[in-house]
């Protein structure tokens, strides 16, 4: 068999151990590691863990990543030539211990083995989860390369040129635009340019785990009778015929915003728009907190919160190599 064609996955250890084989077979056509493990391996030499030297094309998900002393078995560390972390790679939505009710329920749905994993490797597991998922999945898992999960959110990371800006993630990855040239791997001189970068996505929490990820930017106008900042919370609902998506313009909470400024999030939904938005509901609430004397606002002063536009964007996606 032509080592070019085989394609190891490997999990937490086992992707590890995968590049162990692939330092022994020279010439292995692709690794696939699913939340390689943290403990003895992240931040050590190359030959010690799995590297983009142990394939042709090395591809890795991280989803744990928190750091063993937080109870995060996965390693942060870039380590092959394409490293996604979706929900920036360390909490998973849905695996908040917090979360009780989801350990009986998959107790009584899916038996004692699933449950224990829900409890204590939730996000360790999650990989193979969306490695799984994107298989066969219709909907496209891409990660946008970004500096930081921050920059991402903030809609920074935007475009999705071949070879640069987005990749797929998952089985498909070698899809990639930019990635192959007349359907073989470009050698490792090309693929070197891709290693050490973050490529960031938002999934969701249960099946369908892919979503489809936007950008929202909101002008806000400032008509000279409007403060010159407030603060709150503010929400939109986006209406399309393939559904409604519900969204938080303001995720981290109540926050300051100055009129005549625009501010940008990504959101993500698994509700398709198909570029159709027939209308968007704007819904603010202002912030009174007693502990700031500035966002007291009883009788003197006006809490309303005055837009300009808002723009909906859909990610740019690649096509298929």
Same mark, same amino acid.
């Given at each position: ?75 942060? @560390? ?10 920036? /790679? !360390? $909490?998973? =939505?849905? *695996? ?95 693929? @070197? ?10 999934? /969701? !929490? $249960?099946? =369908?785990? *892919? ?107 690649? /096509?298929?190599?």
């Amino acid at each position: 068999m032509d080592p070019g064609e085989i394609h190891i996955i490997g999990h937490s250890l086992g992707a590890h151990t995968a590049g162990y084989a692939g330092a022994l077979v020279p010439g292995l056509g692709r690794i696939t590691g699913l939340d390689p493990a943290e403990p003895y391996f992240q931040g050590m030499p190359a030959h010690v863990r799995l590297d983009p030297s142990d394939a042709e094309l090395v591809d890795v998900i991280h989803t744990d990543g928190k750091g063993i002393f937080f109870l995060g078995y996965g390693m942060s @560390q870039p380590c092959g030539h394409l490293d996604f972390y979706p929900n920036d /790679g !360390k $909490e998973q =939505p849905g *695996c908040d211990i917090t979360q009780t009710p989801l350990v009986p329920l998959t107790l009584i749905r899916d038996g004692l083995e699933e449950a224990s994993r829900v409890l204590v490797a939730c996000n360790h597991v999650r990989a193979i989860k969306l490695f799984i998922d994107s298989i066969s999945t219709k909907c496209p898992y891409i990660g946008h390369q970004c500096k930081t999960y921050g920059q991402f959110k903030e809609g920074r990371c935007f475009t999705c040129k071949p070879g640069s800006g987005c990749a797929i993630m998952g089985y498909h990855a070698d899809s990639t635009p930019g990635l192959l040239d007349n359907n073989e791997i470009q050698p490792q001189s090309k693929l @070197q340019e891709m290693v050490g970068s973050k490529y960031f996505l938002t999934t /969701g !929490k $249960e099946y =369908p785990y *892919c979503h489809r990820m936007y950008r929202i930017s909101t002008e806000l106008a400032h008509p000279p009778f409007a403060e010159n900042w407030v603060q709150g919370h503010l929400k939109a609902s986006i209406y399309s015929p393939s559904g409604v998506i519900h969204a938080e313009l303001t995720p981290s909470g109540d926050m300051k915003l100055e009129h005549g400024a625009t501010y940008t999030t990504v959101i993500s939904h698994p509700v398709d728009l198909g570029g159709n938005v027939r209308k968007v509901e704007l819904s603010w609430e202002y912030d009174m907190n007693v502990l700031e004397p500035r966002t007291l606002c009883l009788f003197w002063c006006n809490d309303h919160l005055y837009v300009k536009n808002v723009l909906v964007e859909e990610m740019e996606m690649p /096509g298929r190599g």
